[in-house]
């Protein structure tokens, strides 16, 4: 195609413009030797990397918003006061206190894995330093709040959600 169009602007398809090397035979490479298909290739890989950051970037922003809608403003300001600083202190024995903990999982998972689609590769190894942080902050905010109780247990739920979530990218 390429040498077409070099021959109907009066060029001669070479190496140099990208056509045909001067022996007249197809070139040869990892791409089948076609200069377009190479071209057209790393087009098509920078699209679709830019096209999967764009979109890691707004489900995180969309991930963070429901975060903060859930852990803050699903409660009434003041209804749930108090702090539990011991190990797995809300295991408890029902299954509503293993959901709870469960959930602290799973509300980090989103976390694990549209974090590191946001930062550049290089960066990905905040992923779990910056889900601990964002854990302890939550926590942080409910004990000033009292829009929920500050747990240990939670801090750890969730940073092990993170973790788990950056593990299965």
Request: aromatic fraction near 14%.
């Given at each position: 195609?390429?040498?077409?169009?070099?021959?109907?602007?009066?060029?001669?398809?070479?190496?140099?413009?990208?056509?045909?090397?001067?022996?007249?035979?197809?070139?040869?490479?990892?791409?089948?030797?076609?200069?377009?298909?190479?071209?057209?290739?790393?087009?098509?890989?920078?699209?679709?990397?830019?096209?999967?950051?764009?979109?890691?970037?707004?489900?995180?922003?969309?991930?963070?918003?429901?975060?903060?809608?859930?852990?803050?403003?699903?409660?009434?300001?003041?209804?749930?006061?108090?702090?539990?600083?011991?190990?797995?202190?809300?295991?408890?024995?029902?299954?509503?206190?293993?959901?709870?903990?469960?959930?602290?999982?799973?509300?980090?998972?989103?976390?694990?894995?549209?974090?590191?689609?946001?930062?550049?590769?290089?960066?990905?190894a905040w992923t779990i330093p910056v889900g601990f942080l964002c854990s302890v902050a939550i926590e942080y905010c409910q004990l000033r709040t009292g829009r929920g109780f500050c747990q240990l247990d939670d801090v750890i739920m969730n940073t092990l959600g993170a973790g788990?979530?950056?593990?299965?990218?």
């Amino acid at each position: 195609m390429l040498a077409r169009r070099l021959r109907k602007n009066g060029q001669q398809p070479t190496e140099e413009n990208g056509g045909l090397p001067e022996n007249g035979q197809q070139p040869t490479g990892e791409n089948g030797g076609l200069p377009e298909r190479a071209a057209l290739s790393e087009r098509l890989n920078l699209w679709l990397k830019n096209a999967r950051h764009f979109l890691g970037s707004n489900l995180f922003v969309i991930y963070l918003w429901m975060l903060v809608m859930i852990v803050f403003f699903c409660r009434e300001p003041g209804s749930r006061m108090g702090t539990d600083f011991r190990f797995m202190g809300t295991w408890g024995t029902t299954m509503q206190d293993h959901a709870w903990v469960i959930e602290n999982i799973f509300l980090f998972l989103p976390f694990g894995f549209l974090f590191p689609v946001w930062l550049p590769k290089k960066k990905t190894a905040w992923t779990i330093p910056v889900g601990f942080l964002c854990s302890v902050a939550i926590e942080y905010c409910q004990l000033r709040t009292g829009r929920g109780f500050c747990q240990l247990d939670d801090v750890i739920m969730n940073t092990l959600g993170a973790g788990i979530g950056f593990l299965y990218i």
